[in-house]
């Protein structure tokens, strides 16, 4: 079961008070599942239609015009990852979908050109983007304090050039066939790379996987945003906050999704922090830097 916490509006405006009884009930879903249902978030729902029309205009243009956006490590992964460009980490194809991503950058790399460039196609997205950074900031100060740490703690982390993104998703039905993939999904199961994930979906195909290893439909509940947590606060919180295994299952009808990945600066090493590692426990997790490990997956996946 997937549970429902509800948000007191937009995170913009929350007092202290409704930050410690936000991080209560988000806390107790972030230990048992990973994953929860958000209502009541403030978002407004014409800017994420606005953000379904933006990505519908782009995925009909022709293959030439989207791939003028094509994503590289040059362009720091923004941009356009085609048709059967990503390459599955489980099984010997590639994953059935085509994605954009738009973002935040950082000067420690080369970027080929002006991150405008990127963005050109996305104004309303690039709203949203700003909307769900606020409330992704929130949530992670909802981590910390369920985690008996000071709201702050993880501030310092993200102080910088945080590596916010937005996807931009499209699974076609017909693409399956073409993905190069004999699995019963269209997007591999993994857990992301990210401190969290908010995602919201025109179809359904979601699934995550729970605690007991079965694997859950997640619907569309009309006004809610799915939020679940990523690889980086399961390894600060070595293993009290739990990342969310989740996959797409191939889809009857064709399927948008908009997910936005909550992340640090670039170069942040993630470890279990020493105050959260008990008398009798010891680190679960290996350090992992969001810079270059981080960059080494997608170069995996993605090629140069």
């Not at 879903?29 to 519908?56: A, M």
């Not at 950082?106 to 990127?118: I, K, N, P, R």
């Not at 995602?199 to 290893?213: F, K, N, S, Y």
Request: with cysteine; charged share 20%; net charge neutral.
């Amino acid at each position: 079961m997937i549970p429902h916490v509800q948000l007191p509006g937009h995170a913009a405006g929350w007092t202290s008070k409704d930050r410690a009884a936000v991080a209560v009930d988000l806390g107790r879903s972030f230990r048992r599942t990973g994953f929860v249902f958000v209502h009541n978030h403030g978002i407004p729902d014409d800017l994420i239609g606005d953000v379904y029309s933006e990505t519908r205009r782009f995925y009909q243009l022709a293959p030439a015009q989207k791939s003028l956006y094509d994503a590289t490590e040059q362009s720091q992964f923004l941009g356009y990852r085609g048709l059967g460009r990503e390459r599955s980490r489980i099984h010997g194809g590639t994953e059935a979908c085509e994605q954009y991503r738009i973002g935040h950058t950082t000067e420690e790399a080369t970027l080929s050109c002006a991150v405008d460039f990127y963005h050109g196609p996305f104004p309303k997205s690039l709203e949203l983007l700003a909307h769900l950074t606020q409330l992704g900031d929130r949530t992670l100060a909802a981590c910390a304090l369920d985690l008996g740490l000071d709201e702050d703690a993880f501030t310092p982390y993200l102080i910088g050039s945080p590596l916010h993104r937005l996807g931009l998703n499209h699974y076609g039905a017909s693409y399956p066939a073409h993905g190069g993939s004999a699995a019963g999904y269209a997007m591999s199961p993994h857990i992301d790379l990210s401190l969290l994930t908010i995602l919201d979906q025109d179809e359904p195909g979601l699934e995550v996987r729970d605690r007991d290893g079965r694997w859950l439909e997640v619907p569309m509940v009309r006004g809610a945003l799915f939020l679940f947590l990523g690889d980086y606060v399961q390894r600060w919180s070595n293993g009290r906050h739990r990342a969310a295994p989740h996959r797409v299952r191939r889809v009857e009808r064709d399927r948008m999704s908009i997910q936005y990945k909550h992340r640090p600066d670039y170069g942040v090493v993630v470890r279990p922090l020493d105050v959260l590692i008990g008398p009798q426990e010891q680190p679960a997790y290996a350090p992992l830097n969001t810079g270059r490990d981080y960059v080494a997956v997608l170069r995996s996946i993605l090629g140069g």
